[in-house]
């Protein structure tokens, strides 16, 4: 450069790209296409039907539920967690502890630790509504009717669940238990009320 | 009929911004998302939960202060760099088979942990478990000459985490013990950890995926877990808790 | 070898025939101080990434090298080397090469480059501070996006003006036609905007996304900044140059349509690896999305081998070529090698070792760096109106390409004998990285030799600018005699 210091190198330049217009391959088109289907299959065994609880090397929340310890009751204690966190627990917390003044706790809950399922079974299927007293606190909101929505099995489950967890510790409810108080309520279309729980027997 | 669509779009955006940008928005979105909004609305809620096996437990335990101080040193010093903090399932690597870890790790593992720091290499081992392998004696020793521990250990030291000291009227009772394979110290000096060397160490003792939870339930076999270690000496290895 | 220079077309004339008015001279005249700045820091940045590089790889010959220093411990020096590579090197030098592109293709004087200085200002100061404070211990803890979170308002904000200064450029274009590589551009302007803005709001905006969300976006967002963003700019550099030179058509515009609108679909989801600890969903739609990047890559292959047949010979003649075909054929190999993972069955051995370590700077250095090295031989004599040293840029050349490779093969063969002998849980962890220490240490004299290149480049841009300014003061002291 130094030679020639005025004489500055001339950079022309060709004119700039142009694209072509050669379409996309036909065999090409295909050929994605099969890769796209492929991809369905991959989703359909990987991506465990994208629920929240599958992890490899499971395939769907079936299998989770399937591989949950062998014992019968702790199965069964599977399948009432995996309702009552899809549920229930919107109003009574995952830890069962329930909302101040309106959702009542079940965690050491004098109403979930009775005897059997006569009062709290009645409350899952035919709803709740009024006042409620639960361990010495008033709690006030209206529980909906879940006869239609759950069976027998899941709602026994559901019960042994809260009456097993969270420091609980309570006998199992059975389905049969619940399906002779569905069969009691019979068409009943109204929700309980407290006074009304309270008056059947504690069992 | 793909390559006619491609067509007609090539051609259409050849002209018009517009349409550039349209189109990259819908790709941003897609992406966005699956990746971002997606989970946010589905583990981003995930709370503590009841161990399937062990009913009265709430898992994962709320971290203590000096575990949170622990976990600042190991965000600080880039731990991450090369350990990982997962375990994989057993057909996706051979995290298991290897005794990493009693389970392959979930996403509640970590609602507790913030940053999250999983990890992408293992220069080093998987720290998951590293609470059930090595007690905290042996992870200061560790962070202060991994060879002292470890043979052929390629691990730094991070001496800067200790302090070399003059002992005072009393020894101090969290000076390390040198093994008798590393140079001796002059007469009348100790090595004393800092308190980040020891919160970190508090931290490390505190990995632990143990509870079997809904969504990873326990192997359908009963088969002890395997506990070899990958990296402590057989001496110090605590047995883990069931 | 001589530069571009010699190879212009025979019907070498004034860039438009539409708007004789403004010629390529006019055009690179608009751009000259903004792009010195962002290219020259972008070299500096690129220079101690790769020694920040080099100090971590010494740790595996000697590991007590530097111990007593707490800003020097490898994670913390692994930190500070992403960032200054992507943030202080690859964003600037994406944005240069961008800018130019849209000057070039759209026949339009460069808008607001006061601006874009201010903005490079900005964001070197930034990103000086940020590799700063990771130094320190101030590390954010998520892989690629390591500068605390305080520091993102101003990177945003100076990456805004620098990067509306390109939109406006593009939007006030002359010849109205894009060609893909203006696509490529745009996109990657939008797409960092979009990427550094979702994941700063997600994790350091209080109230922060809870537990592995955290994980999911930070992933999110180091795959699309270096696969959509770098790999974006890179293509773009690609798709002009390689038909340029060769005076060809690119062979089919739909074709690097496909490619792109594939690419910007699929390509930006990954980084999450298969097996992490998130429902099983996630992982498997990354690993989904990476294997659906064949489609690009199957497009960009069937495009460049129409556009080139025939035409390697001329592959010698000039360096700007010569960078951009070997970074297209590393873009192949990363990606492919990126597919391959992908799948569970691969991912199971190769994920967290030094198999995935080789691909990712095989993309950084590989492709984009030798993308951009092409790029800047082509522009930077330009808008300094002066020749680089052949003989540097010859060195150059030949030093990334077997720097890359040496550090490529070390890396790769190593990552693979890891995941292999770690299948076998007899094998114990301390032995099996012991025994893949040496393709490892073999790898850091292609690191070195990485060094050496781009302080070939380092001389010959510096050189350049020095022998400008000579040339300028001679010819004012002739003036005013």
Redesign the interface.
Known sequence: MSSKPNNQPSFQDGPEPSAGRA????CL?IA??FLFYWGELFLDKHAGGFQ??????YRSSAD?AA????DDN?KF??LG??KF?QTCSLCHQ??GLGKEGTAPPLAGSDWVMNKGCNRIGMIVLDGLSGPVTVSGKEYNLAMVPWKATFKDEEIAAILSYIR????NKGSMIKAADIKALRAESGAKDTPWTAPELLSRPDK | ???LL??E??GL???Y?PF??L??LC??A???L???LA??M?????????S??D??V?YPSQPAGVTHQGAEVY????????H?L?????????DL???LGFR??????????????????????DLSNVGARMNPSTILLHLYN??AT???????????LFEKRKIGRVASPDALVLPATLPPLEKGYEIVPRKEALSLAYYLTSLRQSS?L?????P?KAKPV?T?D??APAATTNSPAK | MAVSTTLTAPSAQPVSSNSPQITATELDASCRWPLLALFGSAVLWLFLGVVLGFINTM??HV???L????CF????V??AQSSALLYGFGLQASLGIGLWLLCRLGKAKLVGAVTILIGTLFWNAAVTLGVCCILG???????NL?MPGYMGPVLLWSYLMIAVCGILT??RREE???YPSQ?FV??GL??FA??FS?ASM??FCPP??????????A??YSH?LTNIVLGFSGLASIFYFIPKILGRPLHS??L???AF?TL??FG??GG????????SW?PA??AL?TIFTIIPLIAVAINFCHTTCGQLKSLDKDVTLQFSYIALLFWFISSAQQIVSAF?AV???T????F??AQKNLFLFGFFTMASFGAMYYILPRLLVIEPCPKLAKANFWLMLLGVLISYLGLGVGGANQGIL????AN????V??AT?MPVRVSSLGDLMIIGGILCFLLNFFGMFARRCCACCKAKKEACK
Not at chain 2, 214 to 218: D, G, H, L, V, W
Not at chain 3, 351 to 354: G, I
């Open positions: 379409l996309v391959p036909l088109v994605f296409g929240q609880d599958v992890y490899e090397p989770v591989a949950q310890p062998l702790g204690l599977a967690k995996q966190d995952p830890n097993n967890s969270w420091g | 009929m793909l390559c491609q067509g779009e090539g955006q050849v002209k911004g550039l940008f189109g990259l790709c941003m897609a992406s966005s699956t990746f971002v989970p946010q589905q583990i981003g809620g995930l709370e503590q939960t009841n399937v096996a009913l009265p709430m965000r600080a010093n880039n731990c991450a760099a090369c990982t997962q375990i994989r399932p057993r057909n996706l690597g051979p088979q290897r005794g392959y790790s979930v996403a509640r593992d970590y609602i507790f942990d913030k940053p999250v720091m999983l990890g992408l290499q293992r220069v080093g081992p991994p060879r470890v043979d052929h250990s390629i691990m730094p030291p991070y001496p800067f079997y809904f969504e990873a339930p326990p359908q395997a070899t990958t990296n | 740790k595996f590991p007590g090298f111990a007593e220093c707490p411990t490898y994670g913390r692994h930190a211990g101030e590390a954010s803890g998520y892989d390591q593009y939007h109205r036609e894009s696509w745009i996109a939008f797409w979009w990427i979702v997600v994790l922060t996304a809870r537990g592995v969300v955290q994980a999911s976006v992933w999110w699309n515009s739909y690097a349509g496909l609108w910007a679909l930006s989801w999450i690896p298969m097996g992490a600890p998130m429902p996630i739609m990354a999305g569970p991912g199971a051995l994920t967290f070792t030094w995935t370590v770690l299948m076998d849980p114990k962890f301390t032995d990285m012991r220490m």
